[in-house]
């Protein structure tokens, strides 16, 4: 199973993690992990790119299975805005997909306010 977490403060997402495998099919035809993969490196590759800003990014490169995004603490108010866009848009598209496939991934969230 793949978990997602995102991590809120005052509506504003700071960070998020996945871990996990869907193993919702064999290894190269896992349409679950491939989603969540590409939406999920593109909205990495996406705040570099849209929002201008480098997230502090941490991931398990032999084996996969886990990546964790956090926002830089210094942003101005346009590179916020647009990294907000994207990482809700995420969370959306994720909880979507979970909605289809809940046996292989958990989305959820906390508000620290």
Known sequence: MIYAHFNY???QVMNYSLSGHAESGPYG???V??????LTIGTANNL??????????DANQ???????IVLP???????QETAQILLKALYYSLLDI??????YISVSKTNNE
Request: hydrophobic fraction near 30%; charged fraction near 35%; charge should be negative.
């Open 33 to 38: 992990c491939a989603a969540v993969s590409a």
């Open 98 to 103: 979970q909605e289809e496939y809940q046996e």
């Open 9 to 11: 403060k005052n509506d």
């Open 48 to 57: 570099s790119r849209l929002a201008e800003i480098e997230p502090e990014i």
């Open 29 to 31: 035809h896992d349409l």
């Open 62 to 68: 032999e084996e996969g299975g886990f990546i964790e």
């Open 73 to 79: 603490s210094q942003m101005d108010k346009n590179q």
